[in-house]
């Protein structure tokens, strides 16, 4: 995972996190990459998990960026991390300027079944605590997704445990040439 510090300078709001992955040949000499921007760390990750990197190898470095602040948000991290193919980025916003950093990620389900196919990933960090808090919530409308973007001060309504994607087994797919926008 590389921090893309340009980012901030760049256009408003577009995600500051880069997840690389490379495979070598080391025989041939050669090696492919593919990279991917990606606006929370978590999404990083699992990105890089749906490509065969071991989960365990792809923490953040002690003393790199925040640390969960509560049980909840460590839950939630660690159910994401096993959603790489399941969900498709809309739209995120990054806002680094605030005195509360925060990151607002949209998502639509690829399970056409499901009866939320919308979340929105919100995440707050404290800069002084170095924390940070990240919540989901699900909607079964883009439309009323973007209402609770217009008036983010309502709670969002968690996912059911039933459509809670990591508790089901789905195969790990390699996305088709020129689509990168998977969580």
């Not at 990459?33 to 953040?60: D, H, K, N, T, Y």
């Not at 389900?109 to 699900?138: N, Q």
């Amino acid at each position: 995972m590389i921090f893309d510090e340009s980012a901030t300078w760049g256009i408003p709001g577009f995600p500051q996190l880069l997840a690389l992955h490379i495979d070598r040949d080391l025989e041939a000499r050669t090696f492919n990459f593919e990279c991917a921007s990606r606006p929370l760390p978590v999404m990083a990750q699992s990105w890089l998990i749906s490509r065969g990197c071991p989960r365990e190898e792809i923490r953040l470095p002690r003393g790199m960026g925040t640390v969960p602040a509560d049980k909840r948000t460590v839950a939630l991290q660690e159910r994401l991390m096993g959603d790489g193919e399941r969900f498709e980025l809309l739209e995120s916003e990054t806002d680094d300027l605030a005195p509360s950093p925060t990151v607002l990620v949209v998502l639509r389900s690829l399970d056409e079944k499901d009866p939320h196919p919308y979340r929105i990933l919100h995440e707050v960090a404290d800069m002084t605590t170095y924390t940070h808090t990240l919540r989901e919530g699900v909607f079964p409308t883009l439309e009323a997704a973007n209402a609770w973007i217009e008036n983010p001060d309502r709670p969002l309504r968690p996912a059911p445990l039933a459509s809670r994607t990591a508790t089901r087994e789905a195969p790990v797919q390699r996305p088709l040439p020129g689509v990168t926008r998977r969580l």
